[in-house]
Nanobody
């Protein structure tokens, strides 16, 4: 069973920062596209950010552009999401996702692999 393990969620005040991390298993996933998605209470899951297997291509939802940065370290098997200037509307369960197609950005299909999620709560 593939495991994507997220960490870094928590409670933060509006304007604050958090850094989410996702550890992915083995060397195979270094060739996979990775992404972050989120689901707020009562809402559908939505795309947040994506990064290609090589790290040279990224994509962001309009709502997070300029505030969130996705990165990956294939030597450490991790993908990170640095979030600054957080807003209450960023409150959600954040999920790490991976797909062997090499891309999880907007327009791509639903990623094949998902983590269990980490909760981000932004207070006003």
């Amino acid at each position: 069973q593939v495991q994507l393990v997220e960490s870094g969620g928590g409670l933060v005040q509006a304007g604050g920062s958090l850094r989410l991390s996702c550890v992915y298993p083995g060397r195979t996933f270094r060739w996979y596209g990775m992404g972050w998605f989120r689901q707020a209470p009562g809402k559908e899951r939505e795309f947040v950010a994506a990064i290609s297997w090589s790290g040279d291509r990224t994509d962001y939802a309009d709502s997070v552009k300029g505030r969130f940065t996705i990165s990956r370290d294939n030597a450490e098997n991790t993908v990170n999401l640095q979030m600054i200037n957080l807003k209450p509307e960023d409150t959600a369960q954040y999920y790490c996702a991976a797909d062997p197609s090499g891309w999880t950005g907007q327009g791509a299909g639903v990623p094949l692999y998902w983590g269990q999620g980490t909760l981000v709560t932004v207070s006003s």
